[in-house]
């Protein structure tokens, strides 16, 4: 079977079978491991700390797209995607290890814009770059590492959702997506919207600060939108053994996008790269979050109970199911979609 | 400028100059960074622990060839190459996270071959897969992140060599390359033979319990060999701001190497991936490594001042100081060795 056949979801079942079956006797002891394979970070107790490491990677011509990113944007990116990974667990990033592969004929000023990209916004969070390694490669792959953590015991999961809890997301969803549209099709809109969208597709803020104040205020379910906001809730459901209910009008969707994009909807429910915090909590837990956050927070639909096969069921503004159109980004499987992101 | 003329060592500068631009004021609070860019890992203080963090990259056409190397001993291969320098930090490696950049129209089975691999070694030493990533991507990009530590506040470093050490290495030189010759050429030797360069170079052990010996009997400097001896002795006289001298037959080659490749003193001194311990220290020292060490350890030469320009000074059988031909590995300069390894 090809990987185009089982996809990227089916193959991490499959590493992660081997990867539990070689499961070490450490797993268990004085460095508990809290959090394996399958979260936005993996996860380990180390004496009054949680420490988290999360690793994301991004290939030329699949994730980014030169003529649509420049290199000190995508160094930004390469960072931000990282980071939301750790903003996904409630953690603090520190320490950042770069992995480039980079063509020999590539000019060393791409090289430094993007480190320079990097290093703006690893200031932002203070995060320090203390390692990686350089090779030389046909195209441009850029893998980075960043090890976080959190104090105490408690961190963010996606395993944790009950059923009778609300969803949440952070932010509005689709700009990211729009904003690809916008500059893959060279569209020409007004200067402010063109400035929001560049914004959200080429330098997104991950929500560090948003994620810690969940975890303080008693949240214990999150993750980023990386894939889309079907699919990353889809994750949560897997994980939890719950499933969701999503009300498609309340779905955050900014004005401008609303405006300028009539697929808009699609945008937001499946578009991915947002890089906004999806959560689950109690009523009271989520009026306190609302309350501490500087950001919109918008309840979008609540935990069920397990249903079978639909785990993520939208509703439309007449209250009638809905079944969603796009399941999401997966790796090896999207043929159509070459290019994710710009 | 083009990275082939700024080359592998250049850019790390450059990069290490953005870096530490942005060093964060948490650098020198409670989780204190002790080790940055330019060693074999990354190291901060936390609590009792010096926590260490690794990231090594294969690259498909550059790294390995699959003509020559399986997917299950390329797995084998890239958790050694990680391994190998936690090793050289005398560290004890706990978990690994996994990145993969792979064509999607691979077998399944080709990767999960890989990932018995490199469960496999993981196994051995008691490292736990704890996540990654996984993303299409033309050619097949592997990076392995490896997590140690190590009790109380000491590790091994490249920049503690001080003049008048005796400078030594582990097991033999020039075993790996002599395998990839054999491997590239298709050449029929005997079956021993056969069997221990193909070891050698497609299944290495990395240096684990033998690095955390060094540490413990009171050494301070090691590196692993992977750019080639006189390339790595001369990242130590780079880090330490001194000097080398090496007799050039005191250099352990493998009797084995020595009768069948008649180049076999250019193998031991450039040819690289030995994934052996080198390290240097004083005479007393040396004495106890020796009788704790269940491998051969050979002292090759002596840290001496910093000289101009040379750093590494090989010494014939004459007495006579000798130009080394190669400098060992470097990315993207090496234009002719496409192929670095099977």
Not at 53 to 65: E, N, P, R, S
Not at 105 to 132: K, M, P, R, W, Y
Not at 256 to 284: C, H, I, M, R, S
Not at 309 to 331: C, F, Q, Y
């Amino acid at each position: 079977m090809k990987l185009s056949e089982l996809g990227e979801f089916g193959l991490i079942d499959v590493i992660q079978g081997i990867a539990e079956k070689s499961r070490n006797p450490r797993y268990d002891s004085w460095r508990q491991l809290l959090v394996g394979i399958g979260d936005d970070a993996a996860a380990w107790q180390s004496g009054d700390y949680v420490e988290l490491a999360t690793t994301d990677t991004l290939v030329q011509g699949v994730h980014f797209d030169l003529n649509v990113i420049s290199w000190r944007e995508l160094g930004w990116k390469a960072m931000a995607v990282n980071l939301s990974d750790i903003a996904a667990m409630g953690g603090i990033p520190e320490y950042a290890l770069i992995s480039l592969a980079l063509p020999e004929n590539l000019e060393v000023e791409s090289v430094t814009d993007f480190c320079h990209g990097l290093a703006e916004l690893a200031n932002q969070f203070e995060v320090a770059i203390i390692g990686g390694n350089l090779a030389s490669s046909p195209d441009a792959v850029i893998t980075i590492t960043i090890i976080g953590f959190s104090k105490g015991n408690r961190i963010l999961k996606r395993s944790t959702a009950v059923p009778g809890e609300q969803i949440a997301v952070t932010g509005f969803l689709g700009l990211s997506s729009a904003g690809l549209k916008m500059l893959q099709k060279k569209t020409t809109l007004d200067n402010e919207t063109t400035n929001i969208l560049r914004q959200a597709h080429l330098r997104p803020t991950p929500r560090i600060k948003e994620g810690q104040l969940l975890l303080q205020r008693g949240v214990n379910t999150a993750i980023d939108i990386s894939d889309g906001l079907i699919a990353d809730l889809d994750h949560i459901c897997q994980a939890s053994k719950v499933s969701a209910q999503i009300k498609i009008d309340r779905v955050p969707v900014h004005p401008l996008v609303k405006a300028n994009f009539p697929g808009y909807q699609e945008l937001a429910l499946g578009g991915g790269e947002d890089y906004e915090l999806l959560f689950t909590t109690d009523k009271v837990t989520m009026e306190k979050v609302k309350r501490v956050l500087d950001c919109p927070v918008s309840v979008i639909g609540k935990i069920t109970e397990k249903t079978l096969p639909t785990r993520v069921t939208l509703i439309d503004s007449m209250g009638n199911a809905v079944t969603p159109r796009k399941a999401g980004w997966e790796h090896f499987k999207n043929e159509a979609l070459k290019s994710k992101v710009a």
